[in-house]
T-cell receptor, first 117, second 115 residues
Framework: AQSVTQLGSHVSVSEGALVLLRCNYS??????LFWYVQYPNQGLQLLLK??????LVKGINGFEAEFKKSETSFHLTKPSAHMSDAAEYFC???????????????FGQGTILTVHP | DAGVTQSPTHLIKTRGQQVTLRCSPK?????VSWYQQALGQGPQFIFQ???????QRGNFPDRFSGHQFPNYSSELNVNALLLGDSALYLC??????????????FGPGTRLTVL
């Protein structure tokens, strides 16, 4: 079985500061990893995904994440926070079966990002 | 493209009642997954439907059941509602065939409140 741990339920940064949201995963087989963002009263939007190609993954809105197998981590970063980045962020893992992922996602608990002016 | 749509947006029920939630997948998608997101928690996988069959199921009791129609739309049914069933129910659609990662697109969710 796979699992995801997001360190820090709340992260607060100043506008223009570095954003770092932490995610560690556990999986007995090579994982696919995802970061989603959820704005209030909305569904989830995919920011980026790792699918065993490049370990540094670039996503939308200036976010990127690096897959580190030795640390079982997939932390999300953004060099300069913007007020519009304030939202809840979820890390998720899916596993492949014969090269195909049916897409069952296991999510972490989420991290609420607050951006101060 | 309308994306994934869900209905209703909000729903209030009382304990013991039954509820049906509906989902229309994104155009071109044939797979629908359902997730339950309790307040302050991450979404939890309920089940997934492909070709009108339940393909995968999470750790949810039999009170939770579903259906997929020939047009790929789906319903989630919950019987004998409990207070703990209060949550945001998310539907996600994807393409169920082919190799590689199948990205899931999420709908806005249905907020269910059980009193």
């Amino acid at each position: 079985a796979q699992s995801v741990t997001q360190l820090g339920s709340h992260v607060s940064v100043s506008e223009g500061a570095l954003v770092l949201l932490r995610c560690n995963y556990s999986s007995s087989v090579p994982p696919y990893l995802f970061w989603y963002v959820q704005y209030p009263n909305q569904g989830l939007q995919l920011l980026l995904k790792y699918t065993s190609a490049a370990t540094l993954v670039k996503g939308i809105n200036g976010f990127e994440a690096e897959f580190k197998k030795s640390e079982t981590s997939f932390h999300l970063t953004k060099p300069s926070a913007h007020m519009s980045d304030a939202a809840e962020y979820f890390c998720a893992v899916s596993v492949s079966a014969g090269g195909t992922s049916y897409g069952k996602l296991t999510f972490g608990q989420g991290t609420i990002l607050t951006v101060h002016p | 493209d309308a994306g994934v749509t869900q209905s209703p947006t909000h729903l209030i029920k009382t304990r013991g009642q039954q509820v049906t939630l509906r989902c229309s997948p994104k155009s071109g998608h044939d797979t629908v997954s359902w997730y339950q997101q309790a307040l302050g928690q991450g979404p939890q996988f309920i089940f997934q439907y492909y070709e009108e069959e339940e393909r995968q199921r999470g750790n949810f009791p039999d009170r939770f059941s579903g259906h997929q129609f020939p047009n790929y739309s789906s319903e989630l049914n919950v019987n004998a509602l409990l207070l703990g069933d209060s949550a945001l129910y998310l539907c996600a659609s994807s393409s169920g065939t082919g190799a590689g990662v199948s990205e899931q697109f999420f709908g806005p969710g249905t907020r269910l409140t059980v009193l």
